[in-house]
C-alpha cells in the first residue's frame, strides 16, 4: 500500500487519508476470520502523499479498498479500531 513505505520517508511531507461519510461504508464479516474482526469495503476515498523527490502520489475513487480490521472495546461508546490487511482492487 502507499501509505506503508512512503508514508515513512523523509521526503514525505504531507500524507491525507480521506474516507467516504460512514453510512456509504460497507461492513461485512466472513466465517473465517475471527470474532472480533470486521471487513470494510470503501469506495470515494482518497489517499495523497506528498514527496519531495516523486512529488505527489495520489489513490482515489477509480480504486477500491476492502479493510479488515479488528476492534477493541475499551468502554461503552469507545471502541478502537486497529487495521490488520487491506485488498486493493483496480
Known amino acids: ?13 504531507w500524507v491525507r487519508f ?3 461519510p460512514e453510512n456509504t461504508w460497507i461492513r ?9 474482526w470486521a471487513a ?5 476515498y482518497s ?7 516523486r512529488g505527489t502520489l495520489l489513490a ?3 480504486t ?8 477493541t472495546v475499551h468502554a461503552p461508546g469507545d471502541t478502537t ?3 490488520i490487511r487491506w485488498k486493493e482492487t483496480q
Open 64 to 71: 477500491f479498498f476492502e479493510f479488515k480490521l479488528v476492534y
Open 47 to 53: 489517499i495523497q502523499v506528498d514527496d519531495a523527490v
Open 28 to 36: 461485512q464479516a466472513f466465517q473465517n476470520d475471527p470474532a472480533n
Open 18 to 20: 480521506t474516507l467516504p
Open 60 to 62: 482515489e475513487a477509480a
Open 81 to 83: 479500531w486497529q487495521i
Open 40 to 44: 470494510i469495503d470503501l469506495r470515494g
Open 1 to 13: 500500500m502507499l501509505l506503508g513505505a512512503d508514508g515513512r520517508g523523509q521526503d514525505v511531507s
